[in-house]
């Protein structure tokens, strides 16, 4: 496969900084990257641009860090609720998306880049969350949000009645607080003293 080494004078994304020199495919640098100016063939003449390029480059990421950090501190001051529709038990008609937090946050003055992933899945209940990504290769952010139920919330009727907490069940026999049936009493044996004290009493050889 033929190649082509070419200097890069704007950030190709995936490829790499300008100011660098690759070796690229040469369909690839001829139909794409020569046409839309992102890069030039390498010459003696322009590898003088090198040294030119790189302080443009080494300044524009330093400005893209600057402002990436500048946006992290926005948010950290922002406090995120998004209201939704809820059914019984409160469970959510749809789910929040990357787009609906994205939406929230510009509402509150905090706009981030349309391709920024927020969030992996749609959030699916209620309560807090926790969104982690990042705005800068060096700024990762983590704030948390919580989803809120716009109307009042319904029981579900589908739901199972909680069972009763054990140790609570009641002895038939015993008397109840509201006088329910009483355990029988039990009779009373007679110690053993006392059924010697009853022969002796009534024996034939006892004086009175």
């Given amino acids: 496969m033929a190649t082509t080494e070419i200097l890069l004078v704007k950030p190709v994304e995936h490829l790499g900084h300008e100011g660098e020199q690759l070796k690229v495919r040469a369909g690839y640098a001829r139909n794409y990257l020569l046409p839309r100016n992102l890069a030039v063939p390498v010459t003696l003449a322009n590898r003088k641009q090198v040294e030119s390029l790189q302080k443009i480059r080494e300044s524009r990421l330093a400005k893209e860090l600057a402002g990436a950090q500048d946006l992290a501190a926005k948010i950290a001051k922002v406090s995120i609720a998004i209201a939704v529709k809820t059914g019984p038990g409160g469970k ?53 949000f919580e989803v809120v139920s716009e109307n009042p919330i319904e029981e579900d009727p589908s739901a199972a009645p909680a069972a009763a907490p054990a140790g609570e069940k009641k002895n038939k026999y015993r008397k109840s607080k509201e006088g329910a049936s009483e355990e029988p009493a039990r009779e009373e044996k007679p110690s053993k003293s006392a059924k010697e004290g009853k022969s002796f009493k009534g024996g034939k050889g006892s004086k009175s």
């Fill in 92 to 144: 959510l008609f749809g789910a929040v998306t990357n787009a609906d937090l994205i939406k929230r946050l510009a509402d509150e003055g905090v706009n981030l880049p349309e391709k920024t992933h927020v969030i992996k899945e749609a959030v699916k209940t209620l309560g807090k969350h926790v969104a982690s990504f990042k705005l800068h290769a060096d700024v990762p952010i983590e704030f948390s």
